[in-house]
């Protein structure tokens, strides 16, 4: 069965960074094109950030630019790297499959505010 263990959320000012893991277990991770997603309060879950198998990666606009994903296979772990956050940013992030999805994991809570 398939689980997914996202952690690094936290409390940080405006413009500044955290570094997000999500370890996945009970697949086969390397040859999935894994992505970041977020929910914010009263809004829908999206996808923000993918990298394939291969390391190709693509953002959405609203992220592009000041955020990373990578990925190290060795370790089963996607990463999503955010600088310059904003206030907007604050949000439940998530990881999975962008393929083929499997149960969510539980998230980890990123709240930009002074």
């Known amino acids: 069965q398939v689980r997914l263990v996202e952690s690094g959320g936290g409390l940080v000012q405006p413009g500044g960074s955290l570094r997000l893991s999500c370890e996945a277990s009970?697949?086969?991770?390397?040859?999935?094109?894994m992505g970041w997603y977020r929910q914010a309060p009263g809004k829908q879950r999206e996808l923000i950030a993918a990298?394939?198998?291969?390391?190709?990666?693509n953002y959405a606009d609203s992220v592009k630019g000041r955020f990373t994903i990578s990925r190290d296979n060795a370790k089963n772990t996607v990463y999503l790297q955010m600088n310059s956050l904003e206030p907007e940013d604050t949000a439940v992030y998530y990881c999975?499959?962008?393929?083929?999805?499997?149960?969510w994991g539980q998230g980890t809570q990123v709240t930009v505010s002074s």
């Open positions: 999975n499959d962008v393929s083929w999805p499997s149960r």
């Open positions: 009970g697949t086969i991770f390397s040859n999935k094109r």
């Open positions: 990298i394939t198998s291969g390391g190709t990666t």
